[in-house]
């Protein structure tokens, strides 16, 4: 059998696990390449998450785990549920794509509710850092988080109910149902969790909660070469959380606060048909809808973004050496936006055409590609990448890469009442990095220096124009080192990143992201049980109106006991040290906290 179908059925059938230690398997990923291959096979750089480090993770949410990870910060508005963002490598939230099993979850007003996905229904996370607008189009420029999701890999059934709690009255519970019976599959993975918070503000004592009902649903059927998937993904529930109020009367200071909350819901649906005519063609085709809406209980401004998709893509090897990938992308999206002093709803059409082309030949690997995008808002705009990687040895490895990405400016940027500009032209990067990789069975070390400039930037000035404008000019530049050590029983692994994002207009650094940050993780294992030590060192940042935010250390604590075959229990302590410390200016975060989770399976 041919490369193409193996490709294929490996990425269908079989289970991924990668902990933040090395493990002696290199996992199978899909991101970097849009195709199935080893994590130590890709050339650019990759961190995979697995169900084992996310399982637990009882209490966290998303962007908790990532916040262990050098070269990703978040920052988060407050307690459980409220608006976070994510910056890869220094660049805006607004260049992260996010993705649920390849498909984008990126509203056209706002940033991905990565807040509101629930850690029991993910499989993995793939992350690949740097620019991927090649591959998947705009907003790319720093990175790509791809959320898998949970399904039964082999023949029988799963069945799984969980239970739990902690600070902050947090509860959570839920169940799995998974069933694969040969050529046919199917699953349920649902979750409700509730919490009462903390306040907003550091001077505020009223406490923000939020509650979540999370569903997760899908079905596969192989019928000869043919394989269909069906998979629906849907949270919703309500965040809590508190307004600015603000003196009418010059200086115009901030006086109180006012308790408000808001009804969110989520909606992904999506249809796959993957095809293999030929032993050197695979041919994948995906229809999806997105929905992101917010709507505020206190009045009736809401937002809503809806976005219908086509993604085809073929595989085709050529040879040994040569897999060539080669789609179409079209799309339309519609953004409604809903106040009572106004309001605007537009839709966008877009269409790409992208072709890739992975060559790997004895020592060398290279991969080259295109992609030509056809936005209505704003005309064409090309992206390409040019990757080589060359195995010095078995254990030792250089890659170069250079790559281009864009973002596309939202409806926001181009309709927000009072400051929208339809007129805007996309946001642009060019890439540059260079690495080096030694990993054998046990250690695995990397270094990776990257290069990341972005023009065009989509800017606000309210002294110098009356609208969004494209005057903005950043540049990021970095090194970024890995250490992993997989041993029997006892894994290490180490972090750590030292940037400069900085704004070249006003030769200052970028808001909320550090210039160093470290991670430092200690894992054991012993039969079926674990343990984990996190230790994370964030270095000072900006923040709006020149405030400093403070260096901190955060210490976590989370393991696993297997108290008979079926029965768990999952624990976490996070904030050890009960570290006061700031991730937005006034914005409070979680002094130490404690969560238990009881997990009950059978097979």
Not at 236 to 248: A, I, M, P, Q
Not at 426 to 439: F, I, M, T, V
Not at 519 to 547: A, C, E, F, M, P
């Amino acid at each position: 059998m041919k490369k193409t179908r193996q490709v294929i059925l490996v990425a269908l059938a079989t289970s991924f696990t990668l902990s933040p230690m090395a493990e002696e398997q290199p996992p199978i990923i899909v991101t970097a390449t849009r195709t199935a291959q080893t994590a130590d096979e890709t050339i650019s750089p990759v961190l995979v998450i697995s169900r084992e480090n996310l399982a637990s993770q009882t209490g966290a949410e998303i962007a908790d785990v990532l916040h262990h990870y050098a070269g990703i910060d978040i920052s988060r508005n407050g307690g459980p549920g409220q608006a976070t963002s994510i910056f890869i490598r220094g660049a805006n939230s607004s260049h992260t794509l996010v993705m649920i099993d390849g498909v984008s979850i990126n509203p056209d007003i706002g940033n991905a509710a990565l807040q509101n996905i629930r850690l029991n229904m993910i499989e993995r996370i793939e992350i690949v850092k740097g620019p991927r607008s090649t591959l998947y189009g705009s907003q790319a420029i720093g990175g790509v988080i791809n959320i898998i999701t949970r399904s039964q890999q082999t023949d029988g059934s799963h069945y799984e109910v969980h239970a739990g709690g902690g600070s902050f009255t947090t509860k959570k519970y839920g169940f799995a149902a998974h069933n694969k019976n040969g050529d046919r599959a199917a699953g349920i993975t649902f979750n409700v969790s509730d919490s009462e918070g903390f306040p907003t503000f550091s001077t505020s004592s009223i406490d923000r909660g939020y509650d979540n009902l999370s569903v997760n649903l899908y079905g596969k059927k192989k019928m000869g070469n043919t394989h269909l998937e069906i998979n629906h993904n849907h949270s919703s529930g309500t965040s809590e959380y508190l307004n600015k109020v603000f003196d009418v009367n010059p200086p115009f200071a901030w006086i109180g606060v006012t308790p408000v909350d808001q009804d969110f819901e989520n909606n992904l649906t999506s249809i796959g048909i993957n095809n293999t005519p030929s032993d050197t063609w695979a041919s994948k085709i995906k229809l999806s809808y997105m929905e992101d809406s917010i709507q505020q209980n206190q009045s009736t401004d809401f937002n809503l973004t809806q976005r219908a998709a086509l993604d085809w893509q073929n595989d085709i090897q050529f040879n040994q050496e040569n897999l060539l990938t080669a789609g179409i992308y079209a799309a339309h999206e519609r953004a409604i936006y809903n106040t009572s002093f106004a309001s605007f709803n537009e839709g966008t059409n877009h269409y790409a055409v992208f072709v890739q082309n992975d060559m790997q030949s004895d020592s060398h690997h290279l991969i080259a590609g295109i992609r030509a995008n056809d936005y209505k808002a704003f005309g064409n705009h090309t992206t390409w990448n040019l990757e080589y990687g060359y195995a010095i040895n078995k254990t030792m490895r250089f890659n170069i890469a250079a790559n281009t990405g864009f973002r596309a400016p939202s409806a926001t940027d181009r309709f927000y009442p009072g400051s929208g500009n339809p007129n805007l032209a996309p946001e642009k990067s060019s890439n540059y990095e260079a690495g080096w990789r030694y990993q054998n069975k046990s250690h695995a070390i990397t270094l990776n220096y990257f290069n990341n400039d972005i023009e065009n930037l989509i800017t606000y000035n309210a002294l110098a124009t009356p609208n969004m404008q494209n005057i903005g000019e950043v540049n990021i530049n970095g090194i970024e080192a890995n250490y992993h050590y997989a041993g029997k029983n006892w894994g290490i692994g180490f972090d750590a990143i030292n940037q400069d994002p900085r704004d070249k207009t006003n030769d200052t650094l970028l808001l909320r992201r550090p210039k160093q940050k470290y991670n430092l993780s200690l894992s054991h294992k012993w039969d079926d049980h674990r343990v984990q030590l996190n230790i994370t060192k964030v270095g000072q940042r900006k923040d709006i109106g020149d405030v400093d935010l403070d260096a901190y250390t955060l210490v976590g604590l989370s393991g696993k006991y297997q108290t008979t075959s079926h029965l768990s229990i999952n624990a976490r302590v996070e904030n050890i040290t009960d570290e006061v410390y700031e991730l937005a200016s006034t914005y409070r975060t979680p002094e130490r906290s404690y969560y238990l989770e009881l997990v009950y399976n059978f097979d």
